[in-house]
C-alpha cells in the first residue's frame, strides 16, 4: 500500500486546510485509515481516523468540532478537512492506514507541513 499526503500549505489562525491521502495498491475494505501530527521537539499524535468498513470515525479531544475525516470511496483516499486553525496545529501531518482489528498502521505516507500563523 502506498499512501500519498497532499495539501499541507500556510495559513493564518482561523482559516482552514484541507488534507489528502490518496492509497494505491492492495487497499482492503477492513483497514483504518489515520491522521497523525508532528509539532518541531514532540512526538507523533493521533489526530484523527477512519474505519473503511462502515465509515466510524474517531478524534483527538482537540480537534473535536473543528476538524472533520472523510474519505471517497471510488478514489481510495481520504481527507481532513480542517477549519478554525490554531498555531498549535502547526506541525508536520502524516496519512498512515492498515488493519483495523486490531488496529495497526502499518502503511505511511510522508508528511506534510501545516503552518499556522497568529
Known amino acids: 500500500v502506498q499512501l500519498q499526503a497532499s495539501g499541507g500549505g500556510s495559513v493564518q489562525a482561523g482559516g482552514s486546510l484541507r488534507l489528502s491521502c490518496a492509497a494505491s495498491?492492495?487497499?482492503?475494505?477492513?483497514?483504518?485509515v489515520g491522521w497523525f501530527r508532528q509539532a518541531p521537539g514532540k512526538e507523533r499524535d493521533f489526530v484523527a481516523s477512519?474505519?473503511?468498513?462502515?465509515?466510524?470515525?474517531t478524534y483527538t479531544d482537540s480537534v473535536k468540532g473543528r476538524f472533520t475525516i472523510s474519505r471517497d470511496n471510488a478514489k481510495v483516499a481520504v481527507y481532513l478537512q480542517m477549519n478554525s486553525l490554531k498555531s498549535e496545529d502547526t506541525a508536520v501531518y502524516y496519512c498512515?492506514?492498515?488493519?483495523?482489528?486490531?488496529?495497526?498502521?502499518?502503511?505511511w505516507g510522508q508528511g506534510t507541513q501545516v503552518t499556522v500563523s497568529s
Open positions: 498512515a492506514a492498515g488493519p483495523a482489528d486490531p488496529t495497526t498502521y502499518a502503511y
Open positions: 495498491g492492495q487497499f482492503f475494505s477492513n483497514f483504518i
Open positions: 477512519l474505519k473503511w468498513s462502515g465509515g466510524s470515525t
